[in-house]
Structures are given as C-alpha cells and as structure tokens.
C-alpha cells in the first residue's frame, strides 16, 4: 500500500510530485486539493467577516460556517490521500498478466473491487463539495464586502473539485463489469456535477456583476 501524506509536502514540492510520472498523487487527489483550496478561501471571507459591525447580524451563521470550513479541510487532505491509497494497487493491477484460467478469474474479481474502490473516493471528494455550496453562497452574499472576490474563487475552486473528481468516475466506472453497479455510482455522479455546475455558475456571475 502507498501512503501519500498531502498535508506533509509543502507547495513546491507537492506540484512537483503531481508533475512527475508517478501515479500518485494525480487528478483525483488534486481535485481533492482544489476542495480544500475552495475551504480555505471560505474560512478566509469568514475570519475578514467575524468581529466586524457592519456584519453583526449574520456573525453567528458565519462562526458556523468557519467551523464547518475547516471540517472541510481537514475532510479534504484525508480524501486526496485516500485517493493515492485506493488508486496505486490498481494501478500496479493494470499490468498484471494472467498465467491461467484460475489468474484470470481472480485478476477480475481483484480489477471489480480496485475499479469500484477508486470510483468511490472521487464520488465522495464530489458530495464534500457539493455539501459546500450553500454556504459559499452565503458567504458571496452575506460576508465580508472586501473579499466577495475570494467567494468568487472559492465557489470557482469548489467547481473545479466536483468537475475533475467526476473525470475520476467515469474513468473507473468504464472498465467495471457489474455495469448495474456502474451505472448506479455514474447517476449519482452525473447528478451532482449538474447540479454543482449550475448553481456554481450562477455564484460565480453574481459575484462577477458586484465586482464590475
């Protein structure tokens, strides 16, 4: 098993792991970042919001929200270093040559459960996001003036997270034999990402119009 710790690199070296050949950390992970990114900057509106009178009415509903952030955070690093865990055996799987019969049946039974694993963690880095929405679309409205932009690029962040763990899906759930099972994982998917980008794009021209 690899272990990726996400949260031991610092950025330098991190982007040059993701640039390098090796198969962890990738797409899956850095969508994963994007989410915590997306986090990040929502707890930054929220600590430029809370203490200042101008916002002392929605000073509770954003402590919430600053709380839940770095829940969210923390809920992120663990995602992208989980997506190395499950996505590394299957790619070692990918070249494994069958000898016999009995190789083979036991090499799809393995490929099943390793595809299936690494579509899941990609379909929970999706509904963490999504879990973020309502919030980042608060905050575009409600938080601080001077960083409706940072809401911008959280809500942008938070898109891109859902948009690349979604490639994560649907590149598992294609060489799945259960296709019932596939199908499943690929409705509830497919649902989110539309969802998601719907409403993202709707905050995103929001808050483009305040700032021009």
Known sequence: ????????????EYIKE????????????????AGALSAALSSMVCN????????????????????????????????????????????????????????????????????FDAAMVPLYIMKEAYSMLVAVDFLAKKGSKLAVSDAGVAVSMLRSAVCGAMMNVVINVKYMKNREKAQDLMDEASEILEN??????????EVLEVLL
């Open 48 to 115: 430029l919001t809370v203490g200042k009178k101008s916002y002392i009415s929605v000073e509770d509903d954003i402590k919430k929200i600053l709380e839940n952030m770095n829940k969210h955070m923390e809920s992120f690093i663990k995602l992208s270093d989980k997506d190395a865990e499950v996505f590394y055996p299957l790619s070692q799987a990918y070249s494994f040559k069958p000898q016999n019969d009995e190789e083979k049946k036991m090499h799809e039974e393995n490929m099943e459960k390793l595809l």
């Open 18 to 33: 993701l640039g390098s050949k090796a198969p962890v950390p990738g797409g899956g992970g850095a969508s994963a970042v």
């Open 1 to 12: 098993m690899v272990i990726v710790n996400t949260a031991g690199y610092n950025i330098d």
């Open 196 to 205: 998601t980008m719907n409403k993202a794009d709707i905050i995103y021209r």
